[in-house]
Structure formats: structure tokens, C-alpha cells
């Protein structure tokens, strides 16, 4: 069946490059979603990106698409400890069902 | 300010008791979800809707049960027959099934 799968942490030192790495089953995945959760909050979409898009760049996130492998990452450049927190990883089917990953604890050390 | 409200926040009860999550959006969203999310295991779909007065199970949907009325609100009913309740609930909602989710700040509920 669909399934999204995360690495469950990363730890990297305020200033460094983050990099959360992402892998889907469902090739017929249309939209590729990032979302981050802060302690005891709701999920805050950061940006999603189009199947049929490689990269896409907003500020200091990037989003990158290996649609062969079905690989997605993100990546947030210059992390601060404000960044620190769980970041999921969703996929959009054709028929509009979002599969979530178990999501990947960020925590930045300063 | 457009969004979507959960309440309350933190939510007890005791074991066997029928409880109610509100979930309120002013987005004008046509569609709305709810999520159940426990540690380590992301997201699960319990019940989504579509358009006011109709709704599907998710993924999860036993021992739930939901209402949509008015197209501002989507309640969750979390039943007696619900084996294991205590979670974070996350409401969610979007123009359409094709639209990006928007987030409520999630309910609390832990069952004693």
C-alpha cells in the first residue's frame, strides 16, 4: 500500500545546513508536502512542491525531487534553534489521499 | 483572521464516557479532516468531508463518529467503544480535496 517513510532524528549545530530526507511508494503522488509541528502545536505547512518539479527554493528551505527514486528532501539553510522542531513529510495520491510520514525530530544545538 | 480553532486545548475523561471535539474553520473550506496522531506513528485519517452534510471514514474510524452541519464546523464524537482514545487530535481543512490542509492547533485528550 502507500507509505511514507522518514528518518525519526537529526541533530545539527545552529548555523549548519539541515537536511531531512523523505521516501514514498505511491508513484502516482501528485503534490509532495512539508509540514512542521512545534511542541503541543498544530502542523504548520511549509511548502509543498509539484510532481512534475525538481527543485523548488523558498528563502532558506529547498526542496529537492528525485521522482525516479522517489526521494524527497528538504533542506533548511542557516538552521537557528527556532527551527527545532518535527517535520513531516506528506503525499498526495490522485485521488487526494495524503499519506503522512512518522515525522523527524530537528534538533539544533547552539 | 482566517484559520481554523480546536477546543479546548486539553481534554480529560474518564474511561467509558462519550466526548465531543469541536472544530471550527473560517476559511470557507468546503473540505475538512480529522487526524489522530500518537508518538512516532504520524498522521491517521479518521473521518474527512467533503461538502456539508456528508462525510467517509479514514483510515481509523471505529469507535469515532463526526457531523458536519454547517460547513464552518466538523464536530468529533470520540465514543466508549473507542479501545485506546488518548491522543492529540488534529483537525485540518482545505478549498477542496485537491487543496493544500491547513492545521488546527490540535486537542489533547487523555482518557483516565
Known amino acids: 500500500g502507500e507509505d511514507v517513510e522518514q528518518s525519526l532524528f537529526l541533530s545539527v549545530r545552529e548555523g549548519d545546513s539541515s537536511v531531512i530526507n523523505c521516501t514514498y511508494t505511491?508513484?502516482?503522488?501528485?503534490?509532495l508536502y512539508w509540514y512542521k509541528q512545534e511542541p503541543g502545536a498544530g502542523l504548520q505547512l511549509l511548502t509543498y512542491?509539484?510532481?512534475?518539479?525538481d527543485m523548488k527554493q523558498d528563502q532558506r528551505l529547498t526542496v529537492l525531487l528525485n521522482k525516479k527514486d522517489k526521494h524527497l528532501s528538504l533542506r533548511i539553510a542557516d538552521t537557528q534553534t527556532g527551527d527545532s522542531a518535527i517535520y513531516f513529510c506528506?503525499?498526495?495520491?490522485?485521488?487526494?489521499?495524503?499519506?503522512f510520514g512518522q515525522g523527524t525530530t530537528l534538533q539544533v544545538k547552539p | 483572521d482566517g484559520g481554523i480553532t480546536q477546543s479546548p486545548k486539553y481534554l480529560f475523561r474518564k474511561e467509558g464516557q462519550n466526548v465531543t471535539l469541536s472544530c471550527e474553520q473560517n476559511?470557507?473550506?468546503?473540505?475538512m479532516y480529522w487526524y489522530r496522531q500518537d508518538p512516532g506513528q504520524g498522521l491517521r485519517l479518521i473521518y474527512y468531508?467533503?461538502?456539508?452534510?456528508?462525510?467517509q471514514k479514514g483510515d481509523i474510524a471505529e469507535g469515532y463518529s463526526v457531523s458536519r452541519e454547517k460547513k464552518e464546523s466538523f464536530p468529533l464524537t470520540v465514543t466508549s467503544a473507542q479501545k485506546n482514545p488518548t491522543a492529540f487530535y488534529l483537525c485540518?481543512?482545505?478549498?477542496?480535496?485537491?487543496?493544500?490542509?491547513?492545521f488546527g492547533p490540535g486537542t489533547r485528550l487523555t482518557v483516565l
Open positions: 485540518a481543512s482545505s478549498a477542496g480535496t485537491s487543496g493544500s490542509k491547513f
Open positions: 505511491d508513484s502516482s503522488s501528485t503534490y
Open positions: 512542491i509539484f510532481s512534475n518539479m
Open positions: 506528506a503525499a498526495r495520491s490522485n485521488t487526494g489521499k495524503l499519506i
Open positions: 476559511l470557507n473550506h468546503d473540505a
Open positions: 468531508s467533503q461538502i456539508v452534510n456528508d462525510f
